[in-house]
């Protein structure tokens, strides 16, 4: 390949050669307003014009910015404003003429219609020299060479947009890049046949595997930023089935403020896979809820807690309670905080959910309107090897804080809960279930607005098993699954947030939401996607080993209990468990004081006991020793 720098034309360039059009304009109009002898009887105030244009334009040009600019670059937005200047610099121009003609200097006479004339070839030579300066970088090779031939990859575009159109315009100007396009895949009528930057619309999005096989196409770019997880993933199946490569765009929100590069178009990640399309939010109602309230959430280090932050930030409350054990996840979240918002009056708080007098000191001098509990221990292995840890942070914590809350009267609790929570078979979905049951006791006999959001995995979470996978992956594997065919829910830390406030500004008092969350992916298809996108083969490049389910794990989640109605709500994708079987007439306090009582004993024996003769469908005690060596 060889290599040719890209040219870089200097402003000091673009500043003699205006010196140079000033002087031509000038000598051009009055060579246009006058014919032979007459045009030399001028000169003389041409020469005047063309000294006086020579100091006056060059200061206005620097003044508004043309030498200021990048004109490899320039768009109908220069062109604006060099008309704007040039205007400017003529008017300024005539002016300064205009009084030395009157003192006398200037003679024989002034012809008003020289202005005119060459205001207009000003606009014209300036601006034309400008837009030629971009003509000229773009048929030029860039810094990193001309097109290795026969290299050159055929890219079909999905998305006719402006993401397509300018990730084919940047693969035109940069030929090293060894990409060509040839077509583009839209849905839209209007655009079906039509071109657009000499490339053609060759099809609908259900044309692809067609258009694949009649065509020789290297690589796919799937350039629809906001497409939803069912169409990135149909388009991702057929490339695969096809053995044609593929990638996707970045989200348009990475490309404001800079130029789209090819190269900055990232392999298609799991999350693009899965995603689907965004929530929505009832704005108003949730702006009702957090606007000028105080706002307290509990776990706020965590990656549920510290995105709740960040969300409810934008609602303006009053003030921010962020309250977590751990020092330094609350130090992190502050500063992230300060920085996106330094006027928003915040608390960091060092506490531990398990100590009632402290959190009673939180609530009386903070006085929240409305709660947020994300603090709980998640980790299903580690809880199985952990019981009173699981029983003193997940359920006397949350008693702590239900507690506190009435003692205050906050009126509003949202409690984040897991769908391990039902017919658990984990010390960890157990005791989120143990929490469920303390929130919508206390809702019950206060009718307070109490309620429970239910959710499954969440992607990008600590501990989450993307990043686990990619870790193995880079090791060289192998990956390892409990269980070929586990499966599970998945979503974004965002709408599990927005469900969260969504469930927050919906709730009455009593209530367990649960998502629309899609069906459930198996962990399996998670980890061979992981490994392809990485440019690797599952089974031959990078090893799959099966560990065995581990304690606590199912193979299967539910979202509620076989046989348990739910309900739909005012949001199109979040449902409301119609009943729920929970513990009354005292049976409920009586439990907890025993789970502690056991705890503080060390007694897990009786606690798992306790819990599978207590919580409905549990059948905690079945499960083996914990082995937590293996990922998912």
């Known amino acids: 390949m060889s290599i040719r720098p890209k040219i870089r034309i200097s402003n000091r360039f673009v500043f003699a050669a205006d010196l140079i059009i000033t002087a031509a304009t000038i000598l051009l109009s009055f060579a246009i307003r006058f014919e032979g002898l007459v045009f030399f009887f001028y000169l003389p105030v041409a020469y005047w014009m063309i000294g006086i244009s020579l100091v006056v334009k060059p200061i206005v040009y620097y003044f508004f910015g043309l030498y200021r600019r990048i004109w490899a670059y320039a768009s109908t937005r220069e062109l604006i404003l060099i008309t704007y200047t040039v205007t400017i610099a003529s008017a300024v121009m005539t002016v300064v003429t205009i009084i030395f003609y009157?003192?006398?200097?200037?003679?024989?006479?002034?012809?008003?219609?020289?202005?005119?004339?060459?205001?207009?070839?000003?606009?014209?030579?300036?601006?034309?020299?400008?837009?030629?300066?971009?003509?000229?970088?773009?048929?030029?090779?860039?810094?990193?060479?001309?097109?290795?031939?026969?290299?050159?990859?055929?890219?079909?575009?999905?998305?006719?947009?402006?993401?397509?159109?300018?990730?084919?315009?940047?693969?035109?100007?940069?030929?090293?890049?060894?990409?060509?396009?040839?077509?583009?895949?839209?849905?839209?009528?209007?655009?079906?046949?039509?071109?657009?930057?000499?490339v053609k619309v060759v099809g609908k999005l259900s044309d692809l595997g067609r258009i694949l096989n009649i065509r020789r196409v290297d690589e796919v770019i799937i350039a629809i930023p906001s497409a939803g997880g069912n169409l990135v993933r149909q388009i991702s199946d057929i490339c695969r089935l096809k053995d044609v490569a593929f990638r996707t765009m970045p989200g348009i929100f990475e490309l404001i403020g800079g130029k789209v590069s090819v190269t900055r178009l990232r392999e298609v990640d799991i999350t693009d896979l899965l995603r689907r399309q965004p929530t929505r939010m009832d704005s108003e109602l949730v702006g009702n809820t957090l606007k000028g309230k105080r706002i307290l959430i509990t776990g706020a280090g965590g990656s549920i807690g510290r995105e709740l932050c960040r969300q409810i930030s934008l609602w303006e409350p009053a003030e921010l309670a962020i309250l977590g054990h751990g020092e330094n996840s609350i130090f992190e979240t502050m500063l992230e905080l300060i920085s996106e918002h330094p006027t928003m009056i915040m608390k960091p708080i060092i506490a531990d959910i398990r100590d009632l007098p402290r959190m009673r000191n939180v609530f009386q001098s903070f006085k929240p309107e409305a709660v947020f509990h994300a603090a709980a221990h998640k980790h299903v292995p580690m809880m199985e090897t952990n019981i009173e840890d699981a029983i003193s942070n997940n359920i006397i914590g949350t008693q702590n804080v239900v507690k506190t809350c009435l003692e205050n009267d906050v009126q509003r609790l949202v409690m984040i809960s897991t769908d391990k929570a039902i017919r658990p078979i984990s010390v960890m979905g157990a005791t989120k279930r143990m929490a469920e049951m303390i929130v919508l006791d206390a809702a019950n006999k206060t009718k307070h607005a109490y309620s429970i959001v239910r959710f499954g995995n969440v992607l990008g979470s600590r501990g989450s098993v993307v990043p686990l996978f990619k870790n193995q992956i880079a090791k060289g594997g192998p990956v390892t699954i409990t269980h070929p065919e586990m499966t599970r829910y998945f979503m974004t830390i965002p709408e599990?947030?927005?469900?969260?406030?969504?469930?927050?500004?919906?709730?009455?008092?009593?209530?367990?939401?649960?998502?629309?969350?899609?069906?459930?992916?198996?962990?399996?298809?998670?980890?061979?996607?992981?490994?392809?996108?990485?440019?690797?083969?599952?089974?031959?490049?990078?090893?799959?080993?099966?560990?065995?389910?581990?304690?606590?794990?199912?193979?299967?989640?539910?979202?509620?209990?076989?046989?348990?109605?739910?309900?739909?709500?005012?949001?199109?994708?979040i449902y409301r468990l119609a009943e729920e079987e929970d513990l009354v007439n005292g049976a409920l306090t009586t439990t907890i004081m025993e789970l502690e009582k056991l705890a503080t004993t060390g007694n897990t024996s009786a606690i798992l006991d306790l819990l599978d003769s207590t919580i409905p469908s549990s059948n905690v005690r079945v499960m083996s020793s914990p082995d937590i060596t293996s990922v998912v």
Request: aromatic residues 6%.
């Open 102 to 198: 009157s003192s006398g200097l200037i003679s024989p006479g002034l012809p008003r219609s020289i202005f005119i004339i060459d205001w207009l070839l000003s606009v014209i030579a300036i601006g034309g020299f400008r837009f030629a300066l971009r003509l000229f970088t773009e048929n030029r090779p860039s810094a990193y060479g001309e097109s290795t031939k026969g290299s050159t990859k055929n890219v079909l575009v999905i998305g006719a947009g402006d993401a397509g159109a300018l990730v084919v315009r940047e693969m035109q100007k940069n030929p090293q890049l060894n990409l060509e396009p040839v077509g583009y895949l839209d849905d839209d009528p209007s655009k079906q046949k039509q071109q657009i930057y000499g």
């Open 496 to 573: 599990a947030v927005h469900l969260v406030l969504q469930a927050s500004a919906m709730g009455k008092g009593g209530e367990v939401f649960l998502l629309n969350m899609g069906k459930p992916v198996r962990i399996l298809d998670l980890a061979e996607d992981l490994i392809r996108l990485s440019g690797l083969e599952p089974g031959k490049d990078i090893e799959i080993t099966y560990t065995g389910i581990r304690p606590g794990e199912k193979l299967n989640e539910d979202l509620w209990e076989e046989g348990i109605h739910y309900q739909p709500t005012d949001h199109s994708e």
